[in-house]
């Protein structure tokens, strides 16, 4: 299974990115899919996170700017991020909960680096 995320870059604070996260490979079915970030000199921390049937779970420093949302059909995981502020600087890295047919695991992307000017 792979994740392929996209959708990073350079924003002013107060603008909004949006990411996406595509996974592929040998899936049966995709439970959990989220994301989180590391900033540097930080440890990785959950930004947002979302069931299969759609409930979500937000970071309290996200909540009512960023929207986390998702694909089922094309396995897809989207996170919205509007009023970017500079604090939001970090790699965002995407994770799926991928069952393929011989139990669930976590699988993680490589990153994408979200860069917030002031």
């Known amino acids: 299974v792979q994740l392929q995320a996209s959708g990073g870059g350079l924003a002013q604070a107060g603008g909004s990115l949006r990411l996406s996260c595509v996974a592929s490979g040998r899936i049966f079915i995709i439970y959990d899919m989220g994301w989180y970030r590391q900033a540097p000199g930080k440890q990785r921390g959950l930004v947002a996170r979302?069931?299969?049937?759609?409930?979500?779970n937000y970071a309290d420093s996200v909540e009512g700017r960023f929207t986390i949302s998702r694909n089922n059909a094309n396995n897809t995981v989207y996170l919205q991020m509007n009023s970017l502020k500079p604090e939001d600087t970090a790699v965002y890295y995407c994770?799926?909960?991928?069952?393929?047919?011989?139990?669930?695991?976590?699988?993680w992307g490589r990153g994408t680096l979200v860069t917030v000017s002031s």
């Open positions: 994770l799926s909960n991928v069952n393929s047919g011989t139990g669930s695991r976590d699988y």
């Open positions: 979302i069931s299969r049937g759609g409930l979500t």
